[in-house]
Nanobody, 120 residues
Framework: QVQLVESGGGLVQAGGSLRLSCAAS????????MGWFRQAPGKEREFVAG????????YYAGSVKGRFTISRDSARNTVYLQMNSLKPEDTAVYYC?????????????WGQGTQVTVSS
């Protein structure tokens, strides 16, 4: 139905930048919200950023607001997470997720994740 593949993770020093990509396969995402989540070792998975596909409204966790930017390219069915001013506490596996807003179930589809490591 819907497949999500993340890429762009890696190892960076504190203060550096990375751009994550999420390639989504599907007929259309006009009724979807796309989100980025992350999970650090020993911690619960947490919401990072989200975007409404139609309308381009964005939402951010307070810990990343002003540093991270979520965007999408409708022609390529791809969502991005630009991460600037990275901190060691941003180290986590980052997951892309898709939420069909026509249903009451949140984030129906998930990617496998990509590792982001920020060194001090």
């Amino acid at each position: 139905q819907v497949q999500l593949v993340e890429s762009g993770g890696g190892l960076v020093q504190a203060g550096g930048s990375l751009r994550l990509s999420c390639a989504a396969s599907g007929r259309t995402f006009s009724s979807y919200a796309m989100g980025w989540f992350r999970q650090a070792p020993g911690k619960e998975r947490e919401f990072v950023a989200g975007i409404i596909w139609s309308g381009d409204s964005t939402y951010y966790a307070g810990s990343v607001k002003g540093r991270f930017t979520i965007s999408r390219d409708s022609a390529r069915n791809t969502v991005y997470l630009q991460m600037n001013s990275l901190k060691p506490e941003d180290t986590a596996v980052y997951y892309c997720a898709a939420d069909d807003l026509r249903t009451s179930v949140r984030y129906d589809y998930w990617g496998q994740g990509t590792q982001v490591t920020v060194s001090s």
